[in-house]
Structure formats: structure tokens, C-alpha cells
């Protein structure tokens, strides 16, 4: 598979041509994005009939399109109203709405727009260059390292429990054990299910994302006029181009941070179930363990909203690695674009880079020009977008409850999801009154019957031997970055506080 | 029991929701993975253990604040402002109204309805025609851009099977 710099050139050409697809995929998808419950694979399935009618070309490139933008629309009203679009954005209000609230929404719109941009364009360049390679990373992913993937996730409850450890952990185990609901993967016995029949698949995330981050903000913000503080909405009623301008430098200032935040998400990415929600949740915490600044993440700290939106937009390349190279879908979009092209005809795996290159540099060509179209059809939209938190919460509370209700209904079409919904605003409410992070409960229902299901999986092959955790060098090398991703951070608070105590005697 | 007055100490009763209903599902999840096989206990035995030991230790070092006086167990932490208790309570009882009414009357009625009343109830009745304006423009507005134009299938009611028949699809 040598690449041909012919048909890459033609192919660069051609998707911009197509200008007339991609730019209305990228408003769609910043739509569909921004509201839970519509993910980019729910819009595709809806708009299939169309997919399938129009040339397989121009099918293929609107749905990259579509997906691209979905990603980056996910986090608007993640950073703005702290409800994030899907699962991929839940890292992103961390950061990013402390910053809407301190009314630098316009600012951390501007640098999370150009995080997914330049993360999104970077991982596609290293995708188109690396095809062959990175594609392998999914063969050598097996249930031990995957593991260790899921325990990079996992360990960002401990990161966001350091400011009250056993509040954060009691939280994170918590949504590790409302995960484990359903039935088990090998005997599908149902576990802690209360004889609900809706609930034996596990735990739908839809469901849960809206009710921990939108019910319960909804019937949080209503104590307030506004979501803003009072010198936010000061600042906010004075926001101009200059804020969108300000967040451009800062995204600038930290390239070296938007690009290997990236790679974390292009490397997840491409592990089939792997998915942007750990992407983000891994990046972000491996961006805080070697920031040097880490006591300011969570506050509004620039670093803390590139990580995951550069990450969660790497992924959008990766996903589409396995899928061309091998045949095997990484997600469920990728899945979706498998069906359109066998439709077609078009053949998978290594024979599609021969037969049919069109198509197969063509799909990573136009997601290329989508992320260069996004960078100047979105980016000046921050301005504007972000006056929606301007608006009354007298208004805003009933319109995120009442859409996001429905967004739950929509993936499964079970009234019972929205009633779960419900369930989740209740315990997000309790957790946010009482000091307990709906971030770690969350991570904990999106990691828990993964990691579940991979070490289920791993004893089974062991035939119940621990020790063969330990028994892939790749493992082992995984199990080394992790052990050092959580000493490096201890290690250097002690250098930071050596100097301080040394003054103090 | 002694320690500051009680007007002094922080309200921490809320703070034990979390960790009485984590010790009380992990031990209902517990039940039901009683006689199960190795495989679907293994794994909630191992994060369900280590969730009882930290809600109980947040549990007890909450109950020896409060004997030593240093905290009290009511729950205004939980229920923040008194002016919008009452409020919050009524609009939590019109969101459990939508998600029951709406598999009867359908999306775009119900959400009209939810949102009116909800925005006059957080407005106190001002803004009337506003409020009315905003449910209105939003409940048909959801409807023409998901059910009409994406072909959503949201609930449907005697609205959406009246608008079926006269455009059809």
C-alpha cells in the first residue's frame, strides 16, 4: 500500500469541489451534534434512503462530513450550558464551562473550535500517511491492553477526586456499579436489573448522559437569572471579535498540546469500541498529569478544554483507519458507511487501496477539506453562540428539559429511557448539591462493562490466571505508562512543594 | 454533642444520599449475583466491595463530625435556596407529568404544555404572551425540524396523527 501523491493531489482537489455536500453536512452535523440523543450515526441512519440513492461518492463524503462536524458540535453545548452532545464531549465542560460561566464563552467556543480543527486535521495528515501501520494497532489490541486502556480512563476519577478523594471515588465506584446493570457478557445473567427488561443490555449511555448533565444542570441553573456570574455577564454583554481572536492565540500558543492530545485520540480511535468518550477522558487526564499548572484545571483552564476536543476529533481519523485497511468498522458511523459501500459494491480492506483508491484516499481527502471548511464556516460563529448564555434561565431550563427528555427517547425509542433520564437528573442533582462529581459517575457508567467485558474476556483465555495481565510486552509497556502517568504528577508536587517547605524552616 | 451552635455548623445530611444509596444498591446488586456463575460475579464483587468500604468510611467520619459537634445532619446542603424550593419541586412534578403525558398527547402537545407552564412558573406569571410565544414557536418548531424534516420518531399523539394525515408519510 504505497501512497500515490497523484491521486492524493487530484483527490485534495476534488473534495473541494464538493463544497456544495460538505458545507451543509457540516451545519447538519454541528446541529445533530449539539443535541443529546442525535448522534452522527442516528442522523446517517435516518438520512439513509438518501445515502444510498445519491453516487456512493457523494454519499460517502456527506457522511464524513456529517461526522466530522458532529464531533466539534457535541462540545458547544458542552462548554456553554455543561450538557455535552454525546458521550465524546463529556470531558469538555471540565474546562469549558467554568470559562462560559466566568463569560469567556465566545473564547472557549473559539479555542475549542480551532482544537477539534487542528487536532482534526493533524490526526487525518498522520492517518493518510501511516495507513498501513496504524491499522495494525488493531491487531495488537487484545483484551490485556485494552485493559490497561480502560484503566487510563478510569484513572481520571482519581484525578478528579484529588480536591475531595473520597467523595470523587465514591462517585466513580458508584457509576462503575450502576454500569455493571444487566446482564453479564458470557452467561447473560441479568444483574441488578430491578426485573426491568429495558435495562438487561446494560445501562443505555443516552439516557444517562442527560440526566446526570442536563436534567440535573436545568434544576440547578433555575436558582439564578442567568447561567452567568455577575462579572461574567458584564463581560459577556461586552464580548466582541476580540475574545474569538484571544482564544485563537491561546490555541496557537499550545500547538504541541492540540497535536499530541490528538494522537491519543487517533491511536484510541482506531482500536474498534474503543470511542471518543475514553479518547477525551484519557487525554484529559494525561494532559493535567504533565501540565505544569494542574492545580488550574477544572477552573477554566485552556489546556483542560484542548485535550479532550483535540482528542475526541483524532478520533474521527482513526475510526475510519480499521475501516478501510481491514473491513472492520471502528464505531458505529464507520459501520454505517461499511453498509453504504457494500451497497455499492466497493470491496474492503487492502484490495479498496488498488481497485478503487477514488474512494478510499478520497474518504480521508474530503474529511481532510471538512476540517479546513470547519475552520472557517464555524470558527466566526463563536461570537454568536455564545450569547445563548445570555439567555434567562426562566427560558433556558424548560427548553434543555424538555429536548433533551426527548433526545433520551430517540436512540432506543423505549418511553422507559426517558423515565430513566429522570432517574439519572435525580441522582445528578443529588451528587452536584452535595459536592460529588457527575463526571466520575459517568466515566464509570461508560468504562465499567467495557472493562468488565475485557477482563472477563482475559480470564477466560487465562483460564483464570491473573498473571496473564502481565503477559503481552505491549501490555506491559501500557502497564509502565500508567504506573508512571500516576507517579509522575506525585512526584512532581513533591519537587514543587520541596522549595516551599525548605523557605517555611 | 456539644461544639458550635447549630445555626454555626455546615448542613451535611444531604451529603449521605450518595453513599446510603451506593451501600444500598450494591447490596440489592449483590443479591442478585448471589448464585450466579464466577464470571458475573467477579467483577461487581471486586468494584462493589470497595464502594461499601468507602461509603461506609465517608458514613462514619461524617457521624463522628456530628457527635463531635462539628457539623449538623440537616439537609438545606440538598435543597439550596429556600425562595425556590416550592418552585423546584413543581417543576420536578411537571417534568415527571411530561415524561408520563407525552406517550398520550404526543411531542408536540405535551411539549407546548410543559413549557409553558414551566416558564410561567419560573417567571412567576410575568411575561405571559412571551412565555406562551417561546412554548409555542419551540413545540412547532421541534416538530417541523424533527419529525417532519429528519423523520424522527418521536412520540406521537393526536397532533402528529392529524398532521400524518393531512401531509402524509
Known amino acids: 500500500m504505497i501512497v500515490d501523491w497523484a491521486v492524493l493531489a487530484e483527490q485534495f482537489l476534488h473534495s473541494f469541489s464538493m463544497w456544495w455536500v460538505i458545507i451543509p453536512a457540516i451545519f447538519l452535523g454541528l446541529i445533530v451534534g449539539a443535541i443529546p440523543g442525535f448522534s452522527a450515526a442516528n442522523t446517517i441512519i435516518i438520512l439513509l434512503p438518501l445515502t444510498l440513492a445519491v453516487e456512493v461518492e457523494i454519499g460517502l463524503i456527506f457522511m464524513v462530513a456529517l461526522y466530522c462536524s458532529s464531533r466539534m458540535g457535541a462540545g458547544v453545548p458542552a462548554i456553554l450550558v455543561n450538557i455535552p452532545g454525546t458521550a465524546g464531549a463529556a470531558a469538555t465542560p471540565l474546562d469549558g464551562y467554568p470559562m462560559a460561566k466566568a463569560g469567556k464563552g465566545a473564547q472557549a467556543l473559539a479555542i475549542s473550535f480551532v482544537a477539534s480543527t487542528a487536532g482534526g486535521i493533524i490526526t487525518t495528515i498522520i492517518a493518510l500517511l501511516t495507513l498501513p501501520w496504524l491499522a495494525k494497532i488493531g491487531y495488537v489490541m487484545h483484551s490485556v491492553e485494552m485493559i490497561v486502556v480502560m484503566l487510563f480512563g478510569i484513572s481520571l476519577i482519581a484525578t478528579i477526586a484529588a480536591r475531595d478523594t473520597l467523595r470523587g471515588l465514591i462517585a466513580g465506584f458508584f457509576g462503575l456499579m450502576i454500569g455493571a446493570i444487566g446482564a453479564d457478557h458470557i452467561y447473560a445473567t441479568p444483574r441488578g436489573t430491578m426485573g426491568f427488561l429495558e435495562l438487561y443490555d446494560g445501562i443505555p449511555l443516552i439516557p444517562a448522559l442527560v440526566g446526570l448533565f442536563a436534567i440535573s444542570e436545568a434544576f440547578m441553573f433555575i436558582e439564578g437569572r442567568s447561567i452567568l456570574s455577575k462579572e461574567g455577564r458584564a463581560r459577556m454583554m461586552i464580548s466582541s471579535w476580540g475574545a474569538t481572536i484571544e482564544g485563537l492565540k491561546i490555541t496557537a500558543q499550545r500547538w504541541w498540546h ?235 508536587n513533591r519537587r514543587r512543594e520541596a522549595p516551599s517547605r525548605g523557605d517555611a524552616t | 454533642m456539644s461544639g458550635k451552635p447549630l445555626s454555626e455548623k455546615k448542613a451535611t445530611g444531604g451529603q449521605l444520599i450518595i453513599p446510603v444509596a451506593a451501600i444500598l444498591f450494591t447490596l440489592y446488586y449483590f443479591s442478585t449475583i448471589w448464585n450466579s456463575p464466577f464470571e458475573a460475579q467477579v467483577a461487581a464483587f471486586f468494584v462493589g466491595t470497595i464502594l461499601l468500604v468507602l461509603s461506609l468510611t465517608f458514613i462514619v467520619k461524617r457521624l463522628w463530625q456530628w457527635k463531635r459537634g462539628e457539623i449538623n445532619l440537616a439537609f438545606d446542603d440538598l435543597l439550596g435556596e429556600r425562595t425556590m424550593r416550592l418552585r423546584r419541586l413543581i417543576l420536578f412534578c411537571l417534568t415527571l407529568g411530561f415524561v408520563v403525558l407525552i406517550e398520550i398527547l404526543g411531542f408536540t402537545i405535551t411539549t407546548f404544555l410543559f413549557l409553558a407552564s414551566a416558564m410561567l412558573l419560573l417567571g412567576q406569571g410575568r411575561h405571559f404572551d412571551r412565555a406562551i410565544g417561546i412554548a409555542f414557536g419551540a413545540a412547532i418548531g421541534g416538530y417541523l425540524l424533527f419529525i417532519l424534516a429528519f423523520e424522527t420518531r418521536f412520540p406521537a399523539g393526536p397532533f402528529e396523527n392529524f398532521m400524518t394525515s393531512v401531509v402524509g408519510g
Not at chain 1, 261 to 274: D, R
Not at chain 1, 351 to 366: K, N
Not at chain 1, 457 to 485: E, H, T, V, Y
Open chain 1, 258 to 492: 492540540v497535536v499530541w492530545t490528538s494522537i491519543i485520540g487517533l491511536v484510541i480511535g482506531v482500536v474498534p469500541g474503543a470511542g471518543a468518550a475514553i479518547a477525551s477522558f484519557v487525554a484529559y487526564q494525561q494532559s493535567k498529569t504533565f501540565s505544569k499548572t494542574p492545580e488550574l484545571y477544572g477552573t477554566g483552564h485552556p489546556e483542560g478544554l484542548i485535550a479532550p476536543e483535540s482528542a475526541n476529533n483524532g478520533v474521527t481519523a482513526g475510526t475510519l483507519i480499521p475501516l478501510l485497511v481491514l473491513g472492520i468498522p471502528g464505531g458505529a458511523t464507520a459501520a454505517i458507511m461499511l453498509v453504504v459501500m457494500q451497497y455499492h459494491g466497493i470491496q474492503m480492506g487492502p484490495r479498496l487501496f488498488m481497485s478503487t483508491p477514488d474512494i478510499a484516499y478520497g474518504m480521508i481527502m474530503a474529511m481532510l477539506v471538512t476540517y479546513l471548511f470547519m475552520a472557517f464556516t464555524i470558527l466566526p460563529l463563536s461570537r454568536y453562540m455564545s450569547r445563548v448564555t445570555l439567555v434567562s434561565t426562566n427560558y433556558m431550563a424548560p427548553l434543555v428539559i424538555a429536548f433533551t427528555l426527548v433526545g433520551a427517547f430517540v436512540p432506543r425509542e423505549y418511553m422507559f429511557d426517558m423515565g430513566l433520564a429522570l432517574v439519572f437528573g435525580v441522582i445528578g442533582y443529588v451528587a452536584r448539591r452535595t459536592g460529588y462529581h457527575v463526571s466520575a459517575i459517568l466515566i464509570g457508567v461508560i468504562l465499567g462493562p467495557l472493562l468488565e467485558q475485557y477482563f472477563l474476556r482475559a480470564m477466560r483465555i487465562a483460564q483464570g490466571d491473573p498473571w496473564f495481565l502481565f503477559s503481552s510486552k505491549l501490555g506491559n509497556l501500557l502497564w509502565i505508562c500508567l504506573i508512571l502517568s500516576m507517579l509522575i504528577p506525585w512526584l512532581m
